[in-house]
């Protein structure tokens, strides 16, 4: 018994399969490119949301970093759920202020 095997059928998987390895190799670099967008100064004018009560210290959580941080408001009281702006980063603490509402008011 003899297996055939058509020639187009080969073909077409050939295509494919190098197709499928050229993209992979595309995407990873493009993701060994990206600049890594963390640390300390990255987090400067960044938006957080406050966590716990601020008055004025609290904890709150970074835009895009999943973290929590002891942050200190620069003055007034912010409840959970406000938006601040970090201003300034002391060690493991985060200096903020709180986020001006309605834009040029």
């Known amino acids: 018994m003899r297996l055939i095997v058509n020639p187009w059928a080969v073909a077409i998987i050939i295509i494919l399969a190098v197709a499928f390895i050229i993209f992979v190799v595309d995407r990873a670099i493009k993701v060994h ?3 890594v967008a963390a640390g300390r100064e990255e987090l400067i004018g960044r938006t957080a949301v406050a966590q716990t009560i601020m008055n004025p210290r609290g904890m709150v959580l970074v835009e895009g970093e999943g973290e929590l941080w002891t942050a200190t408001l620069d003055h007034d009281s912010a409840q959970p759920g406000e938006e601040v702006i ?3 980063v002391e060690g493991l603490k985060l200096q903020v202020t709180r986020k001006k509402e309605g834009g040029s008011k």
């Open 33 to 35: 490119r990206k600049q």
């Open 86 to 88: 970090v201003t300034r």
